[in-house]
Nanobody, 125 residues
């Protein structure tokens, strides 16, 4: 069983930065595909970024150039560095894990069997 836990959310002004962390336990973390998703009030959960075992990354268009996903296999942790934050980035951010090695980008929630509880990110204007 894989367990996933996010941390690092908070309140920040527009233009500011936050770094989210996600620790995963159980199994061989280095082979996991890890993803970040977000859900704003009244909206569906949407894909943000993903990184696979070979450190291939993929981002949704709205965060390209502002967000960076990375992983530290020694710490079983994936990070989401968020810069130049905008009010529209306000959402609950979820980390997800897929413990089957994947070659491509996993953009859909259904591709991830394990999820964290979420962490709130609020960007004020």
């Amino acid at each position: 069983q894989v367990q996933v836990a996010e941390s690092g959310g908070g309140l920040v002004q527009a233009g500011g930065s936050l770094r989210l962390s996600c620790a995963a336990s159980g199994g061989t973390f280095s082979t996991y595909t890890m993803g970040w998703f977000r859900q704003a009030p009244g909206k569906e959960r949407e894909f943000v970024a993903t990184i696979n075992y070979s450190r291939m990354t993929y981002y949704t268009d709205s965060v390209k150039g502002r967000f960076t996903i990375s992983r530290d296999n020694g710490k079983n942790t994936v990070y989401l560095q968020m810069n130049s934050l905008k009010p529209e980035d306000t959402a609950v951010y979820y980390c997800a894990a897929d413990n089957t090695p994947r070659l491509g980008a996993s953009q859909f929630p259904s591709q991830y069997p394990y999820w964290g509880q979420g962490t709130q990110v609020t960007v004020s204007s």
